[in-house]
Each structure stands twice: as C-alpha cells, then as structure tokens.
C-alpha cells in the first residue's frame, strides 16, 4: 500500500516539474470577421513559415464575436470587417481595455445575383430598397417577373452592420432576409437560386484558380441613377472611391501591442503582407493606412 | 469478522455514491432551471411580457428601434416540429409494426440496430444533408428557388426523430399480451386487423408517448435546423418559406450579444420558453406511459 502511494506522489512530482519546466508557448490568438478569417488564417501561415517560434490560432465568429472577445481578453487581436461602435469603445475603456487599430486590407463589398439574372447595374440606393424589403420583383428594375430572394449575414457580422449603415441608410433589414451563416453559404445558395441577390466580400467571389466562380454575375454599382457604374473587383475604382461600397477592414490590439502581436501587424502591413492580401482578392492598403499603422506600432 | 466488516463500509459507500449521482442529477435539472429563471426575468423590465409573446417582430439590433416580439418564431418553431412528426409518426409506427410483427426475426436483429444508429449521427451531418440533398430536390419539385424552407427542416427533424419513435413504439408493440394477438387471430381475424385493430389500440398509449419523446427531440433541435431554414426573421408564410425557430436564433444571436443587456437577458427567456415547452412534452409523456405502465399491471 506504502509502495504505491510513494510511487504515485514520485510521479506526479515529476509530471508536474516537467509541465512546469516546459517552456509556455505563447499563441497568439486573434479572432472575429467572418470575411477576414480565411485572409488572416493564410497570413499567419505563411508568417509562421518564415518566422521561427511565432504561433498565431486564428478563428471566425464574426467581427462582434471578435470585439466581445478583446473586451473579455479572451483573445489578443480582433479582426472586425466595420469601425468598432462608440458603444463598444466605451465598454472596452470602462474594462481598462485600450483599443487601437490596424488596417490590414480594403475590402470592395460585392453584390452578386444568378447569372440568369438580367439585371447588370444597380444603383446603391436601389440596392438599399431591395434589402430594405421595399422592392419585392425584379421586374421594377427591368429584370425579368422573378421575386426577389434575400440572403444576408447574421447580426453577429461585420458585414450585417456595414450594409445596414451604408447602403441601407441605418434602416431595418427586410424580416424576409435569409440569414445564411458565412460568405460562401451565400455563395452557394445564389448560384441555385435564379431570384437571388446577396452580399459578400470579394475575396469569396473567385474560386482556387483565382476566377471568379462560374454562375455568378457582379452587379456594377453606381452612385447615381443612370451613373458609371463600377465593379468591386476593379482595384482603381475601389481605391479612388469611385466604387461605393467600400471598407476597410482592421485588427485591434490592446494597448500597444506586445512585441511578438507587434512583428506580425508589422509584416501584414508590409510589402510581403500586402502581397499575401492581393493574392486572396482583397486590395492593398495605401500609404495614409500604412502611416496609421506605423503610429499605431509605437 | 474484519472482513464483514470491511464488506459493510463498501456496501455504504456504494451506496453513498449513487445516492450523490441521484442527487446531483436532480441539483443540476434545478440549476439550470434557476439560472435560465434568474437571467430571463430581468428582460422583462424593459419587455412587456404580452408584447415578447405576441409580437411577431423580432430585431433586437435594429437602427431604428428595438423589437423584442417572438410570435413568429414560436410559431415557427410549432411548425417545423409538427410537420416532422406529421412525417414522422407514420413512417415509425408503420416501421414499428412491421419490426414487432411482421419481419423475420433475422430482418429484425439487423434493422433494429441501423434504426438505432440513426440516432447517432450528428445533426450537423443530418444538416450538411439538408443542404446538399434535400435543398435543391425541393427547389426543383416545387420551383421555389432554394431549398432553405420550414420544409426542409421538418424532413430532416423527421429523420432525426425516427430512432425514438420506432424503438419505444416497437418496445411497447412487444409488450402487448401475447393472449392478445392470439384471441384475434382464433377469432378469424387476419393478420393485418390483428396488428392494427388490437394490438396497436392495446399498444396506443406507448407509441403516444413515443411520438412525444420524438417531438420533445424535434423542438431542441438547434443545428440542422440553422443549417436549413434560412432563418428569415418574417412571421412564416408557409412551409415553402424561410422560418427562424427559437434554438436557431439563441444560437446565432448569442454569440456576439453584449452581456448583461435586455437583448442578453431576452434569449435567456426564449431559452425559457423553449424550456416549459419541452418540459410540458416530456411530462406528458411521462404521464401518459406510467398511466399505461399502471394498467398492465
């Protein structure tokens, strides 16, 4: 009896010292926007190849998921695909959280019907009136008799609230809005759905080839009625704003970020990172964004 | 004499142990219950209870002004679950009867088995179906465009509601008297009026509660169900249309809710809602099978 308690106090003795001896692996946890995760995740793996020692978990959920997650501390970076709200910066300063912000790509929010879909143009109003449910047919923009089906994100998404400011005037989604759980779900459920119409970051819209995924069709975007119209994935038009729906898209740290957070943000907004962010169809950050970051680094 | 006595601790202590699980069963069931009452009451300072029970809009983050009405999604919680059990109740009692009665006992020891591994499949595969299989059929034959609807979500809850209503169903088939089946049958009785005139009737209040257990699984489903619905916030306009059931909305929305708000504390009483729903389910159930326990004996 006297044996096998010695033994047992022996080995967890031992146990214990060597999981206390072992050196803490320090992960790097980000997480939030849908949009952002497959982005970041290819970020951090091509970071972690090149950089011995770096370990960096990423995860979805959705950019409110993310924000919460800072605010908790239960992660290190926040991606979000929109601006934190004034609300939320609140709650994060009443938590001692400071948050500061990065930009790591510009996104060209797109809009995307079937391809047997007529319509080739749309101004953002018009697509406002549509996911405002004020719009119910095709047929009052030209298209053919086809109902119109709404699919969106849920409300835990970036892109949920950016659409609901910009291009919905902070007005109420139609309660007919299908609700689809990420990107490529929306994705999916358009190239069946001939009445569709949806909303997704451009990254989503090409296949692994890098093109845009057969059955698709982009709606060109106007600000004026009977205006240019622009497509999202034209990066001049996206860059000079003559693309109208645009965002950028951020990663926020607590505080000046420690130095292993800090390389990472450094080489995202770099010439390697911003390679990486052309390649996955998002658009590179321009200089005043760079500046921004580099401000926010120190 | 030592070792009766060490004989006697053991015994003590065994039954020490399952008397705490016992217990610890009965304290968790009461936790919850005083959690979910604890955290879903303070919703109702800001929420008039009739309007959070008979509004049908539900847009806690609206711009505009925030509505708290869950009759849509009660209702389209009911609705998907009965038209699974309209789906369902059927093909089980049929497959119910014709394991108990009919089938060759070899065809039984290997159906009763699959029927049973049908229910450990998990609901996000029963849902990754629904997207792939059951979605396009059903925009093809009824040219709805996608297959995100009310019924495509009672399929998949049919399916997944199956195992238990023919496993209890076939339980208490077998259960009926034998006497039963034979009096019938030297009565002139053919097979068929045995099966469905006397020992159906006599097996009733067990294929009841087995159709219940089935449907208090249907109405906590919460993953097919999000994977298949659409979930339009719209009171349902149909089984050909989007719905959003109460499980899929606590799920999408309580991930990013902040904490300690009167949305926070408003999925908390949906979660309540959803409770006394499938407690009432359960109870009657329960009921119903003791009333019927009682009377074999």
């Known amino acids: ?298 | 004499m030592k070792k009766r006595k060490w004989a006697n601790l053991k015994e003590s202590a065994i039954r020490a142990f399952f008397l705490t699980c016992g217990i610890l069963a009965v304290l968790v069931l009461i936790g919850i219950f005083a959690t979910l009452l604890a955290t879903a009451v303070p919703a109702f300072k800001e929420i008039r209870l009739s309007e959070f029970l008979l509004k049908k809009n539900w847009d806690p983050t609206s711009p505009e002004k925030a509505e708290y009405g869950l009759l849509s999604m009660i209702v389209s919680t009911l609705m998907v679950t009965g038209g699974a059990l309209l789906l369902a109740v059927p093909i089980g009692i049929g497959v119910a009867a014709y394991l108990s009665d009919v089938a060759h006992w070899r065809v039984r020891e290997i159906v009763k088995p699959i029927v049973e591994i049908l229910a450990a499949i998990p609901s996000v595969v029963v849902g990754f179906l629904g997207i792939v299989l059951f979605g396009p059929a059903i925009a093809k034959i009824f040219h709805t465009g996608n297959g995100l609807n009310a019924l495509n979500g009672s399929i998949l809850l049919a399916i997944m509601s199956l195992p238990t209503i023919i496993s209890i169903s076939e339980d208490s088939l077998n259960a009926v008297p034998q006497a039963y089946g034979e009096a019938s049958l030297a009565l002139g009785a053919s097979r068929w009026q045995t099966l469905f005139r006397v020992k159906v009737p006599a097996a009733l209040s067990g294929i009841i509660a087995a159709c219940m257990l089935g449907m208090g699984r249907a109405i906590g489903e919460t993953m097919t169900v999000l994977m298949v619905t659409g979930n339009a916030r719209a009171f349902p306009h149909g089984f050909l249309g989007s719905v959003r059931t109460m499980t899929a909305n606590i799920a999408i929305e309580l991930g990013e809710v902040p904490y300690y708000t009167t949305h926070y504390y408003a999925l908390f009483a949906i979660g309540l809602v959803l409770f006394v729903m499938t407690f009432i389910v359960n109870l009657a159930a329960d009921v119903i099978l003791r009333r019927y326990q009682e009377r074999e004996q």
């Open chain 1, 1 to 298: 009896m006297k044996k096998i308690t010695v033994i047992a106090i022996a080995t967890l003795a031992l146990l214990s010292s060597i999981l206390l001896a072992a050196p803490a692996k320090k992960m790097i946890q980000v997480k939030g926007s849908d949009t952002m995760v497959n982005l970041v995740q290819i970020l951090a793996e091509e970071y972690m190849g090149k950089t011995p020692g770096a370990a960096i978990a990423v995860l979805g959920g959705g950019s409110g998921t993310g924000i919460t997650g800072l605010i908790n501390q239960t992660c290190d970076v926040a991606n979000s695909s929109r601006e934190w709200k004034p609300k939320e910066i609140d709650q994060a300063w009443e938590k001692g959280i400071k948050p500061r912000f990065f930009v790591t790509a510009v996104d060209g929010l797109s809009i995307v019907v079937n391809e047997k879909n007529p319509i080739e143009q749309l101004t953002v109003a018009q697509v406002g009136a549509l996911y405002r449910g004020e719009v119910k047919n095709w047929k009052a923009f030209g298209g053919s008799g086809m109902a119109v089906s709404l699919y969106g994100r849920q409300s835990n998404s970036g892109t949920y609230v950016f659409m609901q400011e910009f291009v919905l005037g902070n007005k109420n989604y139609s309660a007919d809005m299908k609700e689809m759980n990420g990107n490529a779900q929306i994705i999916e459920s358009i190239l069946q759905d001939e009445g569709a119409v949806g909303y997704v970051g451009v990254g989503y819209l090409y296949d692994q080839t890098g093109k845009i995924r057969a059955g698709l069709k982009i709606i060109t975007i106007s600000k004026e009625p009977n205006g240019t119209g622009y497509l999202p994935t034209d990066k001049a038009a996206v860059d000079s704003g003559n693309y109208p729906i645009s965002r950028p898209l951020y990663m926020a740290t607590n505080g000046k970020p420690k130095t292993d957070v800090a390389q990472f943000l450094a080489w995202v907004s770099g010439p390697e990172g911003q390679a990486i962010v052309e390649r996955e169809g998002f658009f590179a950050i321009g200089p005043a964004h760079i500046a921004q970051n580099d401000k926010n680094l120190k």
